[in-house]
């Protein structure tokens, strides 16, 4: 082989690495951008799901602060976190149902902080809360869902299904021109 096949070979190597190379953020950020966009789907299914249950007047019944050791991120450790957890009574289609589930349950790393927060709330209180038509026993509080919220949830998960579709379209052009630029080329033969 002659010294202008192997330098032309080499150029090409080293551009095939420099083009997937800067192709990677796009694909990593479409990557996060897809798992953010499952993340807030789901908050946002949560939110029209509630709000499609009927509405009733819940009374506390209990409450309960509870103590357990979570891992911190990035093998950090473990940490003590603090939940203060509610249980609700009330009544749908004139059946008296308890709430099984512990609902706004508010953490915190610090007991006190729990114990002032879970305070707040006094038994007996009467809140409004969504009931779970197919399983009664699940409910969630009407403060949790406001209109704001939901506004904000479907302005976010539309914002980014957009970028992931801009980052795929981005992607798709440019490994098109990669597969294009970089395809071996058929060698002519000069006789």
Same mark, same amino acid.
């Given at each position: ?39 807030? +789907?789901? &908050? ?5 799901? /509630?709000? =499609?249950?009927?509405?009733? %007047?819940?009374?506390?019944?209990? !409450? ?28 749908? +289609?004139? &059946? ?5 589930? /512990?609902? =706004?349950?508010?953490?915190? %790393?610090?007991?006190?902080?729990? !114990? ?76």
């Amino acid at each position: 082989m002659s010294d202008n096949v192997v330098d032309e070979n080499r150029k090409r190597r080293k551009n095939k690495f420099l083009f997937f190379f800067l192709s990677l953020p796009f694909v990593f950020g479409i990557f996060f951008l897809t798992v953010a966009f499952f993340i807030f +789907n789901s &908050k946002l299914k949560l939110y029209e799901q /509630a709000n =499609n249950w009927p509405t009733v %007047n819940a009374r506390l019944i209990d !409450k309960q602060i509870r103590a357990f050791q979570r891992t911190k991120g990035d093998n950090q450790g473990v940490e003590r976190v603090w939940c203060a957890d509610y249980f609700y009574e009330y009544e749908l +289609n004139g &059946k008296k149902f308890k709430s099984t589930k /512990a609902i =706004n349950v508010n953490c915190s %790393n610090s007991e006190n902080e729990t !114990k002032s927060i879970a305070a707040s709330r006094k038994i007996g209180e009467i809140t409004n809360v969504f009931v779970n038509t197919k399983n009664p026993t699940e409910i969630h509080l009407v403060d949790d869902f406001t209109v704001e919220d939901k506004k904000n949830a479907i302005k976010t998960a539309n914002n980014i299904e957009r970028i992931i579709f801009f980052l795929s379209l981005v992607v798709a052009i440019w490994w098109s021109l990669g597969f294009f630029l970089f395809r071996k080329k058929p060698e002519t033969i000069i006789e």
